[in-house]
């Protein structure tokens, strides 16, 4: 059965971090650029990064230098590091393949308080 499970969220102060993780189901994850969306109340979901398979990354540009995605093949898994949180970091994340649709998993909260 095709899966992402999203983990890793939680409140933290402005400047702290979190380290969020997505297991992906192998079918998903062996053959996709892989990626992190967030979506906060009343906008849309928006991409935060992504990762090619050989590892390539690019960022929507209010997370650079803060936000570092990766990923970990042998478990299946990508990770987003988060440092320097800001408050209108506060989302809803998500991963799903950059270029391909998968039903969304539930997604972990991550909430940046000022």
């Known amino acids: 059965q095709v899966q992402l499970v999203e983990s890793g969220g939680g409140l933290v102060q402005t400047g702290g971090s979190l380290r969020l993780s997505c297991a992906a189901s192998?079918?998903?994850?062996?053959?996709?650029?892989m990626a992190w969306y967030r979506q906060a109340p009343g906008n849309q979901r928006e991409l935060v990064a992504a990762i090619s398979t050989g590892g390539s990354t690019n960022y929507v540009d209010s997370v650079k230098g803060r936000f570092t995605i990766s990923r970990d093949n042998d478990k299946n898994t990508v990770y987003l590091q988060m440092n320097n949180l800001k408050p209108e970091d506060t989302a809803v994340y998500y991963c799903n393949a950059r270029y391909s649709s998968y039903t969304w998993g539930q997604g972990t909260q991550v909430t940046v308080s000022s």
């Open positions: 192998r079918s998903i994850f062996n053959s996709n650029t």
